[in-house]
């Protein structure tokens, strides 16, 4: 985010033309209401906060969108990750592998998500489900889902666990996921589980253990009251490949680690083997952190698929 030069005449008019997006999109920005989410005509995010909630007057941030170029190809250019990665990842999503993307905030996780998507088969039936639309998926077959906040009567409200039960009766050949935060987490693991295989989604995770056991803790978090045993053996059955990614000390975002689930362990713990890994090897005189992603040496379960299916 800039902070922008232009500016208001006064307090009040910037506060009128945020009560003038919010009478946009049908929403309140009031004493009752302190702030508020909406979406501009051209795509962009914006959320509204207003005092005492924000001390410094009325808050408006606003998120633009570029139109999404990227695949696996243009993080390899970037510097993300290596193209033995990229062509890795390739053959996962044709394989039709369940792939999680973890990282921190502002780690990439959504360009990852995008790149991914990209080498989805354009015949294949892509149900996307969001909180907030972000996602820009280049295939003609894409069915675009957004969760809808409650109106200001407190009723119209549309979680994603709500559009999962839909996009199960949409017929898709991939489901694909921005970001996993609550109880939907046992939703798309079940549906994993059930046959939509190719499932891409993301977790706020700095590990793929971590990542694990966040959709274990989010499984729980739904109304049906799982144990925990049962609900860390379903996230290790539905999980194939958990991509991680950091955002390293010199502002760069890279692919830390590939790792795929094998399971639980005799203590009933999850069992990762890495794949490919990010291995640095210091700075340059300009401060940029330098290093390669490589293969560990360890071959997936799955690696006789790809022959096989040609």
Do not use: W
Request: glycine share 8%; proline share 5%.
């Amino acid at each position: 985010l800039h902070r922008s030069e232009l500016k208001f005449a006064d307090a009040a008019s910037l506060m009128a033309a945020a009560r003038n997006i919010g009478e946009y999109v049908n929403r309140q920005i009031d004493a009752d209401h302190h702030s508020m989410d909406a979406r501009l005509p051209d795509g962009s995010r914006v959320h509204v906060i207003i005092p005492p909630s924000s001390r410094n007057g009325c808050c408006i941030s606003i998120r633009k969108f570029q139109k999404s170029t990227f695949n696996l190809d243009s993080l390899v250019q970037r510097g993300s990750m290596s193209e033995t990665a990229a062509e890795f990842l390739k053959l996962c999503v044709l394989l039709h592998k369940n792939m999680v993307i973890a990282g921190g905030t502002g780690t990439g996780k959504t360009s990852m998500l995008n790149a991914l998507s990209a080498s989805i088969p354009e015949h294949e039936r892509i149900i996307v489900i969001e909180d907030s639309s972000e996602l820009q998926l280049h295939q003609p077959h894409t069915v675009y889902l957004e969760a809808q906040p409650p109106r200001p009567d407190g009723r119209g409200h549309v979680g994603i666990r709500d559009l999962f039960v839909d996009s199960l009766r949409m017929r898709p050949d991939r489901i694909v996921v921005g970001e996993v935060r609550r109880g939907e987490a046992l939703d798309l693991v079940q549906s994993m589980l059930s046959g939509h295989a190719g499932s891409l989604s993301t977790v706020h995770a700095n590990t793929p253990r971590d990542a694990a056991i966040r959709l274990e803790t989010l499984c729980m978090m739904s109304d049906v009251g799982l144990p925990v045993h049962v609900a860390r053996t379903q996230v290790a059955s539905a999980i194939n490949l958990v991509v991680n990614i950091a955002r390293l000390g010199d502002g760069s975002r890279r692919v830390q680690v590939i790792s795929e689930m094998l399971g639980l362990d005799e203590h009933n713990q999850y069992v990762f083997r890495d794949l490919f890994r990010f291995y640095p090897s210091g700075r340059d005189t300009e401060g940029r952190i330098l290093g390669e992603m490589r293969p560990t040496g360890e071959l997936p379960t799955f690696s006789g698929e790809a022959h096989s299916m040609g």
